[in-house]
């Protein structure tokens, strides 16, 4: 195959030599299994799995049993190889560097079958200097070792000390020491996803070829100068130089909108050289600042940056820049102990609406812009503002993060360690170290980022035992954790952005955390900080079972996904709520147990005779339960937000667990696999509404709150109707006084005991008829009509079987 140059960068000035080339490599290699006995093309960037899916050599790897038939592919050694002609002659460039922005993950890569390098961190760039190497006719080979092998190797050598845990549990099918390798740490299975370790060059490839230098990293922050009330810009530019000579020139930045236009002088020695550029904005002009969803437009402004350099060499950059500020505000708060915790934006204290999100597939190469987008819209359409990218899966593809700066959804970037300890070997941090930096800089533009975090729980597994280990390592322990989260990422992170806050882990005490030495007893402490509470056993339909904290970043309870997902990747046998598929899927131990018990706390569990009919509608309560629990849960943060009661509250955030599924199987999720929304989705888009009227009883006392989100007072006022559930008519109805929720505020409006209400509604009882409620003014709503059913579903009178029938077109387009 004859590769053609790719022209970047063109000489600007007649009769220069061409400065930089890039050279793609993308697109079909050819692979091998470990003894040669399977052989077959590749996609590149792609993996193992998907190679052998493409040429049918496997079935879907998410139908029925099929992940535990497909082990074998991740305990081979697989090779990929790629033979091509360069047509130039390489031999006249000063360097010219193999880059693989992502190789997933422990491999040994040759060219011409010279090594020219190892891996074995999928969250690094690789860039090797081939500039010797490389010929006119060329073969790369990229040898990767199984993971699982060598994820126990690594940790069979770790003798000092066991770093735990060994292996998931038996019920996810997993496999072991996932914690000694960088890599997607659900890819050896989690309590939502299957074990699918792939092996794959999963993202670009290319050869740069450059003579004088070459611009690895383009990355701007905007600082907002408190004191001169003025906007500036820090642009910086890594460059490779490879010139001996001072190579001098000039940086053009120009964003037209600002009225920018900017010439500095610039000169880069050799070596790795970042150019820093400080714009400032006039005062006079209006910068207009990016907002989360629900609180403003997401303005960005067009710049581009010419670097113009010696011997007509010219780097020409464009990107959309978009200014705001993000302060993550700790401080006392009035008659309760410990300390707020909760993110202002340009200023403004934000509730942060949302969940959780996890990898959108177990094989990256199937995540489309296509399906990013389905999934990140919905995220807007159900009224969130921010979404965790949580610690266990990747760094997403820099798609996710454009689409998030342009829909305002804020981001809680996790660096990728999840529910482990780590080691802290010096292979181990080296390998850590080089990730995080390019991290750091690969992401830091985005304003959709509003914190980094070190990690997932591992400060709660450590600090709350959850390995059982000997308590005469717990020193051992603790230095491990401080080396790796703070000295070593938390050190690079502020290096290179000291534009938002760094939090050690979710779960933390936030300051507290840190004063007690970067590790709390209790990372759970409501009084700080955030927290994660899972109880699937109390009734969720109570809201004294919720943590009254300061921010709730993780919560939720399990549903099925919808049959027609479900159809798709199993069979007959399989359709019913005890088959071994239904088990098979459920990787939380007495998952499926769990929720019929939450739905037989209120409904009635499904008894049709007729096998198939009996499963969907089981399916279908989990997903009522599912939804009901949530939105109870999520009503209770919302109006906690302004109150402290018996010292507890302010509660600023509620990111429920989890956005989406990573395979179709029963989960957290409101987004089942392949973006339908569940009905947890639909309920979502109400409870995170700007403005919500929030139900609940309190010893027969009917409480209303109003929650507001918004920027400004609302006036308005409030309804309450009663209904029968026979004919779902209004029996009686009252409205109060006009009054006013203060912006950004969340207040009690109305107290009733539940006997008097019904008294004035004749013939209704807690049985017999139902609440509802709503926020309006001048005759139009201002909120979604909320509801509080009086007793539990399963002793309503009067409900008639709904006669319900749906046609939809279209959707399939979108493979719902
Ligand atoms: C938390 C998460 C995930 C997990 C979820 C549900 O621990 O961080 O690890 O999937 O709870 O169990």
């Not at 940086?251 to 820093?276: M, S, W």
């Not at 309006?776 to 509080?788: A, C, K, R, V």
């Amino acid at each position: 195959m004859l590769l053609r140059l790719l022209l970047l960068l063109a000489p600007c000035g007649a009769g220069f030599a061409t400065k930089v080339v890039s050279i793609s490599l993308r697109g079909n290699w050819k692979i091998h299994s470990g003894n040669g006995s399977l052989q077959l093309p590749a996609a590149v960037p792609g993996c193992v799995h998907s190679a052998l899916f493409n040429k049918r050599i496997i079935k879907d790897p998410y139908y029925r049993f099929n992940n535990l038939d497909y082990r074998w592919i991740a305990l081979d050694n697989w090779t990929y190889i790629k033979k091509f002609k360069l047509h130039s002659d390489m031999s006249t460039w000063s360097k010219v560097n193999l880059v693989f922005e992502g190789i997933d993950t422990v491999a040994v890569v040759l060219l011409n079958s010279v090594p020219i390098g190892k891996t074995d961190n999928m969250f690094r760039r690789y860039s090797f200097d081939i500039t010797h190497t490389v010929k006119a006719v060329n073969i790369i080979e990229v040898r990767f070792q199984s993971p699982v092998v060598y994820a126990n190797q690594r940790s069979e050598r770790h003798t000092a000390y066991w770093v735990p845990p060994n292996c998931p549990p038996p019920v996810q099918d997993g496999e072991c020491h996932v914690n000694f390798i960088r890599k997607m740490q659900c890819s050896f299975g989690w309590d939502w996803g299957p074990s699918f370790p792939t092996q794959g060059i999963w993202k670009d490839v290319r050869i740069e070829a450059y003579n004088v230098c070459h611009l690895n990293y383009f990355m701007f922050t905007p600082i907002y100068d408190n004191y001169m009330k003025t906007w500036n810009l820090k642009i910086e530019s890594s460059f490779d130089v490879v010139s001996s000579k001072l190579v001098s020139g000039e940086a053009i930045v120009a964003i037209p909108e600002l009225n920018i236009q900017q010439t500095n002088n610039i000169e880069l020695q050799h070596g790795e050289r970042t150019v820093e550029l400080f714009v400032k904005i006039d005062k006079a002009i209006i910068v207009e600042t990016w907002w989360p969803h629900g609180h403003g437009n997401q303005t960005g402004y067009n710049m581009s940056v010419i670097f113009e350099l010696d011997g007509g060499l010219r780097f020409e950059k464009s990107a959309k820049v978009y200014f705001r500020t993000v302060e993550l505000v700790e401080e006392p708060i009035q008659n309760s102990p410990g300390l707020s915790f909760y993110f202002k934006i340009n200023g403004l204290p934000i509730f942060l609406k949302g969940s959780n999100w996890i990898p959108a597939d177990s094989f990256q190469d199937r995540v489309t812009s296509a399906m990013l987008r389905l999934l990140l819209q919905s995220v807007v359409d159900a009224n969130m503002n921010a979404l965790r990218v949580w610690g266990g899966g990747v760094y997403e593809q820099d798609e996710f993060y454009e689409l998030c700066d342009e829909l305002g959804i804020m981001i809680w970037q996790d660096f990728m360690f999840a529910c482990a300890l780590y080691p802290t070997d010096k292979d181990f941090m080296d390998s850590v170290r080089e990730e995080v930096t390019h991290q750091v800089r690969r992401l830091k533009s985005h304003p959709s980022i509003i914190t980094w975090s070190g990690n997932n729980e591992n400060e709660a597994a450590l600090m709350m035992g959850w390995y059982d280990t000997k308590p005469g390592y717990l020193q051992t322990y603790i230095k491990d954790y401080v080396t790796l989260y703070v000295k070593n990422i938390r050190t690079i992170v502020l290096e290179g952005d000291q534009t938002r806050p760094f939090i050690t882990s979710s779960p933390t005490n936030g300051a507290k955390t840190i004063a007690e030495g970067w590790l709390s007893p209790n990372p759970y402490d409501l009084n700080y900080g955030d927290v994660h509470f899972y109880d699937y056993v109390s009734d969720c339909w109570n809201w004294r079972t919720f943590p009254k904290a300061r921010f709730v970043s993780e919560y939720g309870y399990q549903s099925w996904p919808s049959f027609s997902t479900l159809e798709k990747v199993s069979s007959e046998e399989d359709w019913s709520y005890r088959s071994s598929f239904a088990l098979h899927r459920q990787h939380l131990i007495n998952g499926n147990n769990e929720m019929l018990h939450q739905i037989e706390l209120h409904f009635k569990l499904p008894n049709s005779t007729d096998q198939l009919r009996r499963f969907k509608d089981t399916l279908y309560l989990t997903q009522v339960m599912q939804a009901q629990c949530v939105k109870t849960e999520t009503e209770f943060y919302r109006r906690s937000r302004s109150e402290i009661v018996n010292g507890k509250g302010h509660t600023m955030g509620a990111l429920y667990w989890q956005l989406n599924d990573i395979w179709q199987a029963p989960s957290w999720s409101s987004l089942e696999y392949g973006g339908k929304w569940k009905m947890l989705h639909y309920f979502a888009r109400h409870f995170f509404a700007p403005l919500l009227p929030v139900g609940f009883e309190d010893k027969d006392m009917l409480f209303i709150y109003g929650a507001s989100d918004l920027h400004s007072d609302q006036q308005m006022m409030l309804t309450v109707r009663v209904h029968t559930w026979s004919s779902l008519q209004l029996v009686c109805s009252e409205s109060t006084n006009p009054f006013v929720i203060k912006a950004g505020e969340s207040v009690l409006l109305y107290t009733k005991p539940v006997p008097e209400l019904l008294k004035g509604c004749p013939g209704c009882t807690r049985q017999s008829c139902v609440v509802s409620f709503y926020l309006s003014t001048d005759g139009e709503l201002l909120s979604p009509i909320n509801y509080h059913f009086l007793s539990s579903l399963k002793n309503a009178k009067g409900l008639h079987k709904a006669n319900i029938t749906v046609s939809t077109s279209g959707l399939e387009l979108l493979g719902l």
